[in-house]
């Protein structure tokens, strides 16, 4: 195990020199869906204490 962390430890946490790999791709995902998350909560946040039933109540469905 330690040989092969020795030998793959560039393409484990960044890049296999064509494409992005390992951490780098996790901390792009992770980024992607707090920044999508972020864009849907604050609709849906706003929807959840509309006085209107039929926009509150798939809101609070879901």
């Known amino acids: 195990m330690i040989e092969l962390l020795q030998e793959y430890w560039k393409p484990f946490l960044y890049s296999d020199g ?3 790999t390992g951490l780098a791709m996790t901390l ?9 998350g972020f864009l849907v909560s604050i609709p849906l946040s706003i929807a959840r204490v509309s006085p209107h039933f039929y926009i509150r109540w798939p809101v609070q469905f879901y």
């Open 18 to 20: 064509n494409n992005i």
């Open 28 to 36: 792009w995902l992770l980024s992607a869906s707090i920044f999508i």
